[in-house]
């Protein structure tokens, strides 16, 4: 299951597969692994090629349909699992002190991360919003905390 990579990207039950799309050009971006899991769409679809440009192509990805036992194996692995969502025991993804190999979770851009899936996680962060919606496209807000958790890894 695992490749060389130290940062994969969980993308759990998201409906949209330009949003797929998406994760996938901005995986190729930050050098990360991507993972697929529940009813998330994957290649080969148009859909998705038609966002990713062809990073559905040159991004290790892979699909799992039971992110549970995904996970198991992550941290059986040394994976840290980092939650992204909107909690009251989410801390500013600003805050935040990456530990690497490390797993960043998304999750339905309605419904968000389950609490069932959030008890798995090592850590909750969360993205502070300003404005009167209450959160990011889902492609985006991963793109905010990756570029926030390769920076430190960086330095």
Do not use: C
């Amino acid at each position: 299951m695992m490749n060389k990579k130290e940062f994969y990207i969980i993308a759990h039950n998201i409906r949209s597969l330009y949003n797929i799309g998406t994760m996938f050009r901005t995986a190729d971006a930050l050098g990360a692994s991507l993972i697929l899991s529940g009813y998330s769409g994957h290649p080969p679809r148009k859909e998705i090629s038609k966002v990713a440009l062809g990073a559905e192509e040159s991004v290790y990805w892979e699909y799992h349909k039971n992110i549970s036992t995904l996970l198991r194996k992550l941290k059986k692995s040394g994976f840290t699992i980092i939650a992204l969502e909107k909690t009251d025991k989410a801390i500013n993804y600003l805050d935040f002190k990456p530990k690497f190999p490390l797993a960043l979770l998304v999750g339905n851009e309605v419904r968000g991360i389950s609490p069932q899936l959030l008890k798995q996680a090592d850590q909750i962060i969360a993205l502070p919003m300003n404005g009167e919606k209450e959160s990011l496209n889902v492609g985006v807000a991963m793109a905010v905390a990756g570029y926030y958790i390769i920076s430190k890894n960086m330095l």
